[in-house]
Each structure stands twice: as structure tokens, then as C-alpha cells.
């Protein structure tokens, strides 16, 4: 794989991941989640103009639908591994966006097995620092890394299938 190609896979995931963590904190702060609020959001997102109707827009919403339908399918079980993670945090104290972008990370890190978890770990850190407080960082990072100290799969290497 090029160097060109691998820039674009990396930006579209990172695009995906940013879109899904934003739909999901809209639908988390709403307490509702459907097919017409996610066509809202894509016609919303769309209309922005914030983003360019071209191949990596696409292919990072492809993404962004792929993370948001598996985070919704197996909420209740990363959120248990966020809980049993946090010492002493209840789901509700965190901060929403927090909360969503380890979502995203943690439901990568069990059901992506293209993408090596420190992958996940780092992009969930960047984005913490783009959407986040500089603390919220460090939050994420420590949380993450211990979530893959317990994975039965390699930490920097994308895997076939888990």
C-alpha cells in the first residue's frame, strides 16, 4: 500500500470515527436513536458544508454507519467494560463526548480486527483533544490502555478476524 493510500485509509476512518462519536452524542443527550434521526444527521452534516462530497467523505460515512450500528448493537456490553474500566465513575458523571469517543474505540478494539488497538487508543486520544478537555485526554488514554492490557489479540498488529 502506498503512503497516499494509507494517508487516505487513516483520514477516512478518522473522519468515521469523529461523525460516529458526534451522532452518538447527539442520540446519548437525546436518549434516542433511529433511522430517521441518522438521516437527519447525514443531511445535516451534508448541508454543514463542513465536508467535501468526495471519495473520502463517503467512505467515511461508510465507516461512521458500520461503527454506529455495532456501538448501538453492543452498548450495554462496552459500557460494562467502561464501568468495570473507571474507578469510581458512573457512566452519567463522564462527559458525554468522553463517554462516546470510547465507545468508538473500545467497540474497534473488540469487533475491528483490522485495526490494532493502540490505533484506536491513539485516534481516541486525538479526537479527545479536538472535541474534549486536555484532562479528558489522559482520562481516555488510561481507560483505553488498560481495556487493551486485557484483549486476547495483539496490541499494534490489525488481526484477520477476532
Do not use: C
Amino acid at each position: 500500500m502506498s503512503t497516499t493510500e494509507i494517508n487516505s485509509q487513516s483520514h477516512f476512518k478518522r473522519l468515521g470515527r469523529e461523525l460516529a462519536m458526534q451522532y452518538l452524542f447527539e442520540t446519548d443527550l437525546n436518549r434516542e436513536s433511529d433511522a430517521q434521526l441518522l438521516s437527519d444527521f447525514w443531511e445535516q452534516a451534508e448541508e454543514s458544508g463542513k465536508f467535501p462530497h468526495n471519495r473520502i467523505f463517503r467512505k467515511g460515512r461508510e465507516y461512521a454507519e458500520e461503527l454506529i450500528n455495532g456501538i448501538i448493537e453492543h452498548q450495554a456490553e462496552i459500557d460494562k467494560v467502561i464501568l468495570e474500566k473507571s474507578e469510581k465513575w458512573n457512566l452519567d458523571r463522564m462527559p458525554v463526548v468522553d463517554r462516546n469517543i470510547m465507545r468508538v474505540a473500545i467497540y474497534e478494539m473488540f469487533y475491528v480486527p483490522g485495526v490494532p488497538p493502540v490505533v484506536s487508543i491513539n485516534e481516541a486520544v486525538g479526537i479527545s483533544k479536538n472535541y474534549s478537555t486536555e484532562k479528558s485526554g489522559q482520562f481516555i488514554n488510561g481507560l483505553l490502555n488498560s481495556v487493551k492490557d486485557d484483549l486476547d489479540r495483539p496490541a499494534r498488529e490489525a488481526v484477520d478476524k477476532l
